[in-house]
Structure formats: structure tokens, C-alpha cells
């Protein structure tokens, strides 16, 4: 079985601070994703990324980076974290373009 | 562009009694399909998918999907639904690009 884990279930840190999130997956999956939800928003994509050190821009970018500089992790960088941050955030690999994506559980971060 | 339509943010329903959730898209190019469900505290699972041949697809807990091209539709349907399906449900369409694009999700809630 595919295993995306994040390292934090819950987070809080205040307005202003640099934010880490981190993903890995352990099947060797070219492509990731970092999505947020929001009620009555579904999943909006905020980047992706189909190899090492490439990435993409999802739908929401503004106010957030990513990194890839090894296959298996997955890491998104809130710069400066603002209140509108506050959100759940899922990470999600795939084997190739077309395949299922597979999810970690989640980080639910709060920006006071 | 793709998008997709989930008309139904909350749907309950008596536990034995059928169930359906109904989920439009469009998208000028061929698509793939998918029903991802979440648990409460947990990631998004795949529950099935369409990619090509027969159009309707089923998953191993008893939900079948019917892809239906000239309606736009992908409606996900269950004849005796159980209180273990109370979840969030997300349809998403996949056209063309590396992306995946995401309903707004609904709310199955199975009353005793």
C-alpha cells in the first residue's frame, strides 16, 4: 500500500512566521501535490510537481512555495504566514499523470 | 478547462435506503473520472474511477458510478447505504493536464 505521510497533524503558529510542511511517499511516485480545504470549497491545488526540483503552479500559489530535492518528499513554505493561511492541508502523490492520486491525512494549521 | 459541479452539499438519508450523488463536469477534451471519499480526520480515499470502456464502474463497498458523456455526468449511486458511509464525497475530473480538479464535496450523513 502507497503511504503519503505528513509530519504534523495539527499546527498553530502566529501571523508573520515562516511555516514548513512537510510530505513523503514511499512508492516511488514521480508526481505530488499540495491542496488545501476549505468548507464549501472543496480541494483547491495550490502546487504541484512531476520531478525532482520541477514544480508548477496550482490554482491558489499566492503565498506559498514549494520544494523538491528528493523524489520522495514534498514540502510547502508558507514565507510569511497570515490568517487567511488557516486551513487543512493535503498532500497527495501519483504514480504517473492519469493514476489516482493517494492522500496523507492532513495538517488542520490555524495562523492566529 | 475543466470543471466540476457538486450539486448537494449535505445529503441524508435513512439507513437501507438508497442514495445517489449527483456530480457534472465539463471539459472540452476527453476526460478521466473519479470519486474520492473522506472519513472524518482522515485523507481523501479513492472509492472508483472512470478511464475508458465499460461506463459504469463499481467499487468493492457497493457504490457504482455511471459515466454518461452526453449529460456530463458522473453520478455516484448506492441501493442500501450503511451508517459506515457516513463521509464526505468528492467527485474530480482529470482532462488533458496534469492536474486534478475537485468538486466542492458532499456530506453523506446515514441516520439510524
Known amino acids: 500500500d502507497v503511504k503519503v505521510t505528513q509530519s504534523s497533524r495539527y499546527l498553530v503558529k502566529r501571523t508573520g512566521e515562516k511555516v514548513f510542511l512537510e510530505c513523503v511517499q514511499d512508492m516511488d511516485h514521480e508526481n505530488m501535490f499540495w491542496y488545501r480545504q476549505d468548507p464549501g470549497l472543496g480541494l483547491r491545488l495550490i502546487y504541484f510537481s512531476y520531478d525532482v526540483k520541477m514544480k508548477e503552479k496550482g490554482d491558489i500559489p499566492e503565498g506559498y512555495s514549494v520544494s523538491r530535492e528528493k523524489k520522495e518528499r514534498f514540502s510547502l513554505i508558507l514565507e510569511s504566514a497570515s490568517t487567511n493561511q488557516t486551513s487543512m492541508y493535503l498532500c497527495?502523490?501519483?504514480?504517473?499523470?492519469?493514476?489516482?492520486?493517494?492522500f496523507g491525512n492532513g495538517t488542520r494549521l490555524t495562523v492566529t | 478547462a475543466q470543471s466540476v459541479t457538486q450539486l448537494d452539499s449535505q445529503v441524508p438519508v435513512f439507513e437501507e435506503a438508497p442514495v445517489e450523488l449527483r456530480c457534472n463536469y465539463s471539459s472540452s477534451v476527453s476526460v478521466y473520472l473519479f470519486w474520492y471519499v473522506q472519513y472524518p480526520n482522515q485523507g481523501l480515499q479513492l472509492l472508483l474511477k472512470y478511464l475508458s470502456g465499460s461506463t459504469l464502474v463499481e467499487s468493492i463497498n457497493g457504490f457504482e458510478a455511471e459515466f454518461n458523456k452526453s449529460q456530463t455526468s458522473f453520478h455516484l449511486r448506492k441501493p442500501s447505504v450503511h451508517i459506515s458511509d457516513t463521509a464526505e464525497y468528492f467527485c474530480?475530473?482529470?482532462?488533458?493536464?496534469?492536474?486534478?480538479?475537485f468538486g466542492t464535496g458532499t456530506r453523506l450523513t446515514v441516520i439510524p
Open positions: 497527495a502523490s501519483s504514480l504517473q499523470p492519469n493514476s489516482p492520486l493517494h
Open positions: 474530480a475530473v482529470r482532462g488533458g493536464a496534469n492536474n486534478l480538479f
